[in-house]
């Protein structure tokens, strides 16, 4: 996938930035064209995915993608909430999403949150799945410190890939601890929500800010195409974002592209990373 912008960590490469799936939730025909459209064109060459969203119907939503893109094309994640990652279900949870994909294995697959996951099986089960060819990489999702220090405790736990996380111009909390630890460990920091939440408001903040509304009217990209800016700066963040619109989607990246470190600057300045622990933002 060389051709695509990549990262790459321990030796292991991964696409710099992909499309989310919770537009599929309740059904969008037309962000399935937008995604078919910009994947066939080689623009985006990774999906994420979960069991969760809208109870399988955006893994089906995805399949649907791939007969039109070919699986070939795409670099697949997949999360498994934690009350499937028990003993009797974590493989059959597994194999009924890769069905519902239309897939016989996943490129990197999560567990969606800690709660109270037994670690150790989480551990064991990902890595007979990678063994079984389920499964390339491992990883987990909305883990801080803590959560990773406990999972790097436990026997083969240093076998995680990616840390899945909320981060965005509006919510930086994990550059307090998070991300260095995540770096410093050799784990791919992996953010969503990235073009901000409208269920923690994120979104609307920064659109509202004088300074992004100043810069949006000068350059004319969208408050979007800033936030995508902002997490691709460093290029050590594999980002995910969403849109139903393809016109959208290729105008974020197109956006994006045009900001400068200069305007970088400003949006850092704005919206300032914390100087203290603040919890890790979720959904």
Known sequence: MAEYPFITIQDKQYPLYGLGT???WNGCPEAEDAYASVISDGLVNMIDCAEMYGDGRCEEAVGRILKRTGRD????????????????????????????VGTDHFDLYL????????????IDSMERAVKEGLIRHWGVSNF???DMEDLFACEGGRG???DQVMYN?????IEYDLLPWLKTNGVLPMSYSTLGSSQLDTRQVVADSPVVRRICGEMQVSPSALMLAFALRNRDICTLFSSRSE???RENLAGAAKVSEKVLEMLDEAFPAPAEKTPLAKL
């Open 111 to 122: 567990l969606h949150w800690r709660e109270k996951a037994d670690l150790p099986f989480v």
């Open 22 to 24: 919770t537009v599929f």
């Open 247 to 249: 016109c959208h989607i």
């Open 160 to 162: 995680c890939a990616a």
């Open 73 to 100: 094309r795409v670099y697949l994640v997949d999360k498994i909430l934690p009350d499937n990652a028990v003993p009797g279900q974590f493989m059959k949870s597994l194999k009924q999403s890769l069905k519902r």
């Open 169 to 173: 111009l509006g919510t930086r909390g």
């Open 144 to 146: 801080d410190v803590k």
